[in-house]
């Protein structure tokens, strides 16, 4: 079956919060990112980079991502950050404001290889640019783009409602550039913790969408992302009825079959497998 990646909940925390670090180590969150820059004050960057450093090399995270989000190369941090956190080796580094596909080919190049990167896509440039920066992203190894739709809400001076109608076009473009360079794609956070509803209704959307997860900003918050991109179990028994069918013998080479009453088409049997993979890796990291 295809193999896949839970990225169902990421959830961001400041590297300089230790006691948090450690918590994190015991969530259900598929990912774990290390936050270095929106979440930390200035006077705190130096002592942050060495905590997210100390983490990833403590490891105990288990089958969760590590990621650490650096502060950009534009900013007095952030080339130190990717010195010491590509030393450090995590899973992956996420960087931040990618503008242009210049900006990966910089952070690559102050990376180790065996480090991947990750993408904020957070900027009204980056919408124009959606095509060259899914090339970029295939050429510099980045596996992901994580939207960071509070900035952009503020660059475009819109408002960021539950629904996001004015995002729409931009979640939506780049749940599709993604998808055709063949990138992982998680959604923004959420911004109102104690707000369960809206949570679950703006999980549900991103799913609707396409995206892969979503991005979290409290531990309160992994429940409903990973309800809300897990596959339905019905939806798991159809795929692997579908499966079933294309792989029996007498199905060779057809394009089209009728099963249980449906018509089903051979790029559905690629959806199913692929749902498949996701469900069997999801229970394969909650057993461990």
């Known amino acids: 079956m295809i193999a896949a990646q839970p990225r169902r909940s990421a959830l961001y925390l400041p590297a300089s919060n230790a006691r948090a ?3 994190a180590r015991t969530l259900p969150c598929d990912v774990v990112i ?19 450093v100390a983490a990833v090399r403590a490891g105990g995270f288990g089958g969760r991502e590590l990621v650490v989000r650096v502060n950009g190369l534009d900013t007095p941090w952030g080339a130190d950050d990717l010195a010491a956190v590509g030393a450090a080796q995590p899973r992956a580094v996420l960087i931040p404001k990618v503008a242009a596909p210049a900006d990966l080919a910089a952070a690559r190049t102050r990376l180790p290889g065996g480090v991947a990167l990750w993408a904020m896509i957070e900027t009204c ?30 660059e475009m001076r819109c408002r960021l409602t539950v629904e996001r109608a004015p995002l729409m076009a931009a979640l939506s473009l780049s749940v599709m550039a993604a998808r055709a360079h063949g990138i992982a794609v998680l959604d923004g956070v959420f911004n109102e913790i104690a707000d369960a509803d809206g949570l ?34 019905e939806a798991v028994a159809w795929a692997r009825t579908v499966v079933a069918a294309f792989e029996a013998p007498e199905a060779a080479g057809k394009g089209v079959l ?10 559905h049997f690629d959806q199913a497998r692929r749902l498949i993979g996701v469900a069997e890796a999801i229970a394969a990291r909650e057993a461990a």
């Open 258 to 267: 009728k099963v249980d009453g449906r018509m089903v088409e051979r790029l």
């Open 200 to 233: 679950a209704r703006q999980c549900a959307q991103a799913a609707d969408l396409g995206f892969d997860g979503k991005t979290l900003i409290h531990p309160s918050q992994v429940e409903a992302a990973n309800a809300a991109f897990s596959p339905d179990p």
């Open 21 to 23: 670090i450690e918590k």
């Open 125 to 154: 440039a980056a919408m124009f640019r959606l095509d060259a920066l899914g090339s970029g992203s295939v050429s510099e190894g980045v596996e992901a783009w994580v939207m960071g739709t509070n900035d952009l809400a503020k």
């Open 34 to 52: 290390l936050d270095l820059e929106d979440a930390v004050a200035p006077d705190a960057k130096a002592e942050a980079r060495a905590g997210a």
